[in-house]
């Protein structure tokens, strides 16, 4: 039995009933990575030994009777800026390359405790500072819809790793869409929680007033489950909330019918590539069909978000990547004359161009006479989003966006060219900037055969809506990864034309 082709809940599901067993799935997947891995470098690290261990321990306590639930056995992936006692957590970065920490983030706990077996850590942008998965310093990861094609980032690792079928989901971090548009690019499912949802402690932070963790799997009703999983409140966390609402699995319902989705105008015109267009399109009127009452309306300021956005952004991370200093653990220069020397050359060394670029936006902006130009007109434009989205969100349920101006570029050339890289993330910025949850779900490819995304976006602690429509509108097409035949991909362009 090819078990690679299920999801994680039906993958659980058969381990439950005794039909396969977790190492059967460790070892199918572990196979899959032998095969593909060489050329997707969806990993920076693997545990295969590890894996098969808790693989083990955990079928013993399923068919105890002491794990029941729908991840119980199912093999995992991390992305590489989750810390895990044992394993290294490098960011991406040469600067922590050879970092184990001796304490495992909170949401990783939390999966572990459902019975999830993690195979390893996923190839990211450096310290998660980026758009395609090219500025980590172990190298670019690919999209195996195009190994040509870049899979998107900061979270291209987590994202290919579901789609080349190397582990059944992942966990990502989300600071300004890392979850979900690399999640269109390679065909799977995203999804960013509302912030304080999922703890941050463990997560090594970028912008830590932007940053949340999230799934990264085949369909909603996994991403459902992974969330129910890790959502919890946490005392080590000061932004984490306190919710009672985290039945996420209750809210798959195929029925969208009075559901009020808004379209923002300003969404839509110049910049958005037409196949992406006339594929959100079609699938909101498959919503649109169900019972959705789809509406055009007008979403002011979004013209801002992404310069608020990279103030905001930079300003956090120069601050929380002040510790990488050569002194209490990760990278030190072998030489160096003096303390403030060992301190620049050791930053100078250790950090990329992409991470050097921001930290000095982000130390130019908190600088003595230009915090009030740049950053404080930065957070009060963050205000004036918030306020737009919650008098949008007083009228729909839902809004609905692309996830990404384009499908995925070639490897270089987005690097070429920084500033077009930022634009990139315009759809995305701004659910970071309002704390809100946001759904990226396929919904179709393009005329070379990349995957296309659409953005769900919902008021705040709303995940419930965005599952119930993401698992409406996903009854109508099976989960398709980069594996199917040409027919079968042929088919589901024409689907979406």
């Known amino acids: ?11 659980g599901k058969k381990i439950r009933a005794g039909e396969v067993t977790s190492m059967d799935a460790v070892r199918q997947v572990f196979e899959r990575i032998k095969a593909r891995e060489s050329s997707v470098h969806a990993y920076v690290t693997l545990d295969e030994e590890g894996a098969f261990r808790r693989a083990e321990q955990v079928q013993r306590q399923i068919e105890a009777g002491e794990l029941t639930g729908p991840l119980a056995g199912v093999p995992a992936a991390l992305k590489d800026n989750l810390c895990t006692r044992g394993m290294r957590t490098s960011c991406g970065s040469r600067i922590l390359e050879n970092f184990v920490p001796f304490y495992t983030a909170e949401a990783v706990c939390r999966l572990e405790a459902a019975g999830a077996v993690i195979l390893g850590k996923t190839n990211m942008d450096e310290f998660a500072m980026g758009s395609t998965t090219e500025t980590s310093a172990f190298g670019a990861t690919r999209n195996p819809w195009n190994l040509e094609h870049v899979p998107g980032g900061s ?17 990502g971090s989300d600071t300004g869409g890392s979850i979900r548009q690399p999640s269109a690019f390679c065909g799977v499912t995203g999804l960013k929680p509302t912030y304080g949802t999922v703890s941050r402690y463990g997560l090594v932070a970028y912008g830590s007033s932007l940053d949340q963790i999230g799934p990264v799997a085949k369909d909603v009703a996994d991403c459902a489950a992974v969330l129910e999983a890790i959502a919890s409140y946490d005392r080590k966390d000061s932004t984490s909330i306190k919710r009672e609402d985290t039945d996420f699995t209750g809210a798959l319902i195929d029925d969208v019918r009075g559901m009020r989705i808004g379209v923002p105008a300003d969404y839509f015109g110049d910049g958005l590539n037409k196949e992406v267009k006339a594929a959100i399109f079609a699938a909101l009127e498959v919503l649109q069909a169900k019972g959705a009452v789809v509406e055009e309306f007008d979403l002011p300021l979004m013209k801002y978000a ?10 956090e991370a120069s601050s929380n990547l002040a510790r990488f200093d050569g002194v209490k653990y990760g990278f030190r220069a072998k030489e160096y004359d003096g303390l403030h020397d060992m ?10 161009p992409e991470v050097k670029r921001r930290l000095m936006l982000g130390s130019f902006v908190l600088s003595s006479g230009y915090y009030d130009a740049y950053y404080q007109k930065a957070l009060k434009t963050k205000a004036l989003i918030k306020e737009a ?24 050339e987005s690097l070429k060219d920084p500033l077009q890289m ?10 970071n900037l309002a704390g809100l949850p946001a759904l990226s779900v396929p919904c179709g490819v393009d005329s070379e055969g990349l ?3 659409m953005q769900l976006i919902g008021g705040h602690f709303q995940e419930k809506k965005l599952l119930r429509a993401g698992f409406s509108y996903q009854q109508s097409r099976r989960y398709q990864g980069p594996e199917a ?13």
């Open 306 to 315: 992404v310069p608020a956005y990279y103030i905001i952004a930079s300003a």
């Open 422 to 431: 930022y634009l990139g993330d315009v759809y995305t910025v701004s659910a």
């Open 155 to 171: 979270s291209g690792g987590s994202c290919a790793a579901v789609a080349a079928g190397e582990c059944f989901y992942a966990l």
């Open 343 to 352: 301190y620049k050359k050791s930053r100078s060394q250790g950090f990329g």
């Open 389 to 412: 989205f919650e008098q949008a969100f007083a009228r729909y349920d839902l809004i609905a966006a692309p996830a990404a101006p384009f499908t995925a570029p070639k490897l270089g």
């Open 485 to 497: 035949s040409a027919d079968e991909a042929g088919k589901e362009r024409s689907a979406y034309e």
């Open 451 to 453: 995957p296309i995304g």
């Open 1 to 11: 039995m090819n078990l690679l082709n299920l999801t994680a809940v039906e993958l």
